[in-house]
């Protein structure tokens, strides 16, 4: 992959706003592991080792972006989901920043294709 800038963002999606409210019983979460935003629901992976069913967001760049170039745009994107405003707004969509570093994130989107095809191929779903 090009010139990734990190982040993997785990949705929650709006089903928290309906299970903080009480209309709505949570069974797990499923990403592969508990989330900040409800502390006290397991994730599915806790009884289906592997299990892991999120959402994520990247920043990317196009290939051959100048590495000074990610490390600043990644330093920024950094620094302004550190700040206060921005984790209170994230967590009000029930995003849980999950940064990661430009590399790894281009391994993650690889791996991710490899496990999605994987999938697709196993439940037999062919295009329509």
């Known amino acids: 992959m090009g010139g990734q800038v990190q982040f993997v963002f785990a ?4 089903a928290f706003t309906q299970i903080k409210a009480g209309k709505l019983k949570g069974l797990g979460l499923t990403s592969k592991e508990r989330s900040a935003l409800a502390p006290d629901m397991p994730s599915i992976a806790e009884t289906l080792p592997g299990f892991d069913l999120s959402t994520w967001y990247g ?3 196009p290939a051959g972006t100048p590495r000074d170039l990610i490390i ?3 330093d920024a994107a950094l ?4 700040k206060a405003e921005v984790k209170t707004r994230f967590a009000g969509v029930n995003l849980d920043p999950a940064p990661m570093p430009a ?9 991710e294709g490899v496990r999605w095809a994987r999938l697709i191929k196993e439940a037999g779903i062919q295009p329509e």
């Open 72 to 74: 600043k745009l990644q």
């Open 11 to 14: 949705d929650y999606a709006a």
């Open 59 to 61: 920043l990317l760049a």
């Open 103 to 111: 590399q790894a994130f281009g391994e993650f989107i690889k791996s």
């Open 79 to 82: 620094k302004a989901i550190d």
